[in-house]
């Protein structure tokens, strides 16, 4: 029986939504929960787009009703899609209660939202607060050193997203698994009638624009270009140039990446710092979700004593695998349909 004293019973690298989900299902459950966030204030980043799927998940959550209604511009029964000039509008499907309607969030008030939510379940949220490196006993991750001092923990979350964290700190390889996918986005103010009902995802062989209303009088594009030429600083979708920039545009680097490790005894990886793809697949939140509270089951079956580490490490690292290699099958064909290869 281990018997050694520990500051907390899960220390957690960042305040995303898996961050955010793996402390509120863990505080949930009555372990002790501290999480890291760097920034003092959540920055706009794209993932606007949330699948309908999403919903009982975040009644899971405890999100929902009017708080989650705060943090929601629009609803939509599916997306028009344009790829190779072959027009057509995808519906996310229905049943006995009617058509199935996904979300457009302000993703800075919906990380916020979850973020908030994981204090009131009992987590610890240090905000801002860097984790430096790895606190290792007897060659076992026993912590985190932060720039409030050592934290000594009985499991490391890593939700750092694309930063990674956990893959540097350790070495674990992240192969790339698609050519470099540079995804520029931008926001505009104003009106766009025609993109107010439901969002459009328009491709050819010199690659994919997403746009879509996020909020009444403010959309958000999203581009990746697969023939190798730059979005220039000012450039705007033809449909949205009669709006107003909010700001310059971003980049984010989306290439397919899984780490060869998502879990070993004493850690987990979720959501993008474990897996990355693009946005074409509208999975990134969802799946972030889901990382972070599949996580915080096996953590709490762990820490409880039913699940040897190596069990659960290895249980946890085959499903998020296998979810990767069926989504990014399904992407590859996606890609297919252009005359694109590389993707695996």
Same mark, same amino acid.
């Given at each position: 029986?281990?018997?050694?004293?520990?500051?907390?019973?899960?220390?957690?690298?960042?305040?995303?939504?898996?961050?955010?989900?793996?402390?509120?299902?863990?505080?949930?459950?009555?372990?002790?929960?501290?999480?890291?966030?760097?920034?003092?204030?959540?920055?706009?980043?794209?993932?606007?787009?949330?699948?309908?799927?999403?919903?009982?998940?975040?009644?899971?959550?405890?999100?929902?009703?009017?708080?989650?209604?705060?943090?929601?511009?629009?609803?939509?029964?599916?997306?028009?899609?344009?790829?190779?000039?072959?027009?057509?509008?995808?519906?996310?499907?229905?049943?006995?209660?009617?058509?199935?309607?996904?979300?457009?969030?302000?993703?800075?008030?919906?990380?916020?939202?979850?973020?908030?939510?994981?204090?009131?379940?009992?987590?610890?949220?240090?905000?801002?607060?860097?984790?430096?490196?790895?606190?290792?006993?007897?060659?076992?991750?026993?912590?985190?050193?932060?720039?409030?001092?050592?934290?000594?923990?009985?499991?490391?979350?890593?939700?750092?997203?694309?930063?990674?964290?956990?893959?540097?700190?350790?070495?674990?390889?992240?192969?790339?698994?698609?050519?470099?996918?540079?995804?520029?986005?931008?926001? /505009?103010? $104003?009106?766009? *009638? #025609?993109?107010?009902?439901?969002?459009?995802?328009? %491709?050819?062989?010199? !690659?994919?624009?997403? +746009?879509?209303?996020?909020?009444?009088?403010?959309?958000?594009?999203?581009?990746?270009?697969?023939?190798?030429?730059?979005? /220039?600083? $000012?450039?705007? *979708? #033809?449909?949205?140039?009669?709006?107003?920039?909010? %700001?310059?545009?971003? !980049?984010?680097?989306? +290439?397919?990446?899984?780490?060869?490790?998502?879990?070993?005894?004493?850690?987990?990886?979720?959501?993008?710092?474990?897996?990355?793809?693009?946005?074409?697949?509208?999975?990134?939140?969802?799946?972030?979700?889901?990382?972070?509270?599949?996580?915080?089951?096996?953590?709490?079956?762990?820490?409880?004593?039913?699940?040897?580490?190596?069990?659960?490490?290895?249980?946890?690292?085959?499903?998020?695998?296998?979810?990767?290699?069926?989504?990014?099958?399904?992407?590859?064909?996606?890609?297919?349909?252009?005359?694109?290869?590389?993707?695996?």
């Amino acid at each position: 029986m281990e018997t050694r004293h520990y500051d907390t019973d899960l220390a957690i690298i960042g305040g995303g939504p898996a961050g955010s989900a793996t402390a509120i299902a863990c505080a949930a459950a009555g372990l002790r929960v501290q999480l890291f966030e760097r920034d003092m204030f959540i920055g706009e980043r794209p993932g606007e787009t949330l699948h309908p799927g999403i919903e009982p998940l975040l009644a899971q959550l405890g999100v929902e009703g009017e708080r989650l209604a705060n943090v929601v511009g629009a609803r939509h029964q599916g997306v028009w899609i344009d790829w190779n000039g072959k027009r057509r509008f995808e519906p996310f499907g229905a049943d006995a209660q009617g058509p199935w309607r996904g979300f457009q969030v302000r993703r800075t008030a919906f990380d916020a939202m979850l973020l908030e939510r994981a204090a009131e379940a009992g987590a610890v949220v240090r905000q801002p607060c860097t984790v430096s490196s790895l606190l290792m006993q007897d060659e076992i991750i026993s912590g985190v050193m932060t720039t409030d001092g050592p934290l000594t923990a009985r499991m490391v979350v890593d939700a750092s997203g694309r930063a990674q964290w956990l893959c540097r700190e350790l070495g674990i390889d992240k192969p790339a698994r698609s050519p470099r996918l540079i995804a520029r986005y931008g926001y /505009a103010d $104003g009106s766009c *009638p #025609e993109r107010n009902a439901a969002p459009q995802m328009c %491709g050819d062989q010199s !690659g994919w624009l997403w +746009t879509a209303m996020v909020w009444p009088g403010t959309y958000q594009w999203t581009k990746v270009a697969l023939d190798g030429c730059k979005t /220039a600083p $000012g450039w705007m *979708p #033809e449909e949205l140039r009669h709006l107003t920039p909010k %700001g310059p545009s971003r !980049g984010a680097d989306v +290439t397919w990446r899984i780490a060869s490790e998502t879990a070993r005894p004493g850690w987990f990886m979720v959501g993008d710092a474990a897996a990355v793809l693009d946005p074409t697949s509208s999975h990134g939140v969802l799946k972030a979700l889901m990382s972070g509270m599949t996580a915080a089951q096996l953590i709490g079956a762990v820490l409880a004593g039913s699940a040897s580490p190596a069990e659960a490490a290895g249980l946890y690292h085959d499903w998020l695998a296998g979810w990767f290699a069926n989504d990014a099958a399904q992407l590859a064909q996606f890609y297919g349909q252009l005359g694109i290869t590389g993707f695996r």
